[in-house]
C-alpha cells in the first residue's frame, strides 16, 4: 500500500466475528476525492444534513442558495447575517 502512496490512500479492514469468521475490504483511495468524487446531489444533501444541527431547515435551505450565489456577495455579512437569524437556539 505504501507504493501507491501519496498518489493513492489505499485502506485495508478486516473485521473478526465472534465465531472466528473474517471478512476484509480494502480500497485504493476513500470515496469522495479526486478518483470518486461525490456527485452534486450527494455534497448538497450532506451539507443540508449538517448543517440541519446548526440551523432551521429553512436556514439550511437559504445558506445554500446564498453559497450558490457567493459571487455576487458584497461582503461575508450576507452570510453571516444568515447564520444568525437562522441558527437554532
Same mark, same amino acid.
Given at each position: 500500500?505504501?507504493?501507491?502512496?501519496?498518489?493513492?490512500?489505499?485502506?485495508?479492514?478486516?473485521?473478526?466475528?465472534?465465531?472466528?469468521?473474517?471478512?476484509?475490504?480494502?480500497?485504493?483511495?476513500?470515496?469522495?476525492?479526486?478518483?470518486?468524487?461525490?456527485?452534486?446531489?450527494?455534497?448538497?444533501?450532506?451539507?443540508?444534513?449538517?448543517?440541519?444541527?446548526?440551523?432551521?431547515?429553512?436556514?439550511?435551505?437559504?445558506v445554500e442558495a446564498a453559497v450558490d450565489h457567493c459571487e455576487e456577495?458584497?461582503? %461575508?455579512?450576507?452570510?453571516?447575517? %444568515?447564520?444568525?437569524?437562522?441558527?437554532?437556539?
Amino acid at each position: 500500500m505504501s507504493a501507491v502512496a501519496p498518489r493513492l490512500r489505499p485502506a485495508r479492514v478486516t473485521v473478526t466475528l465472534s465465531d472466528g469468521r473474517q471478512a476484509t475490504h480494502s480500497r485504493d483511495s476513500h470515496r469522495g476525492d479526486f478518483n470518486q468524487p461525490f456527485a452534486e446531489s450527494e455534497l448538497r444533501a450532506k451539507f443540508r444534513e449538517l448543517a440541519e444541527t446548526v440551523l432551521t431547515p429553512e436556514g439550511a435551505t437559504r445558506v445554500e442558495a446564498a453559497v450558490d450565489h457567493c459571487e455576487e456577495w458584497t461582503s %461575508l455579512a450576507e452570510l453571516t447575517d %444568515l447564520f444568525r437569524r437562522y441558527g437554532r437556539p
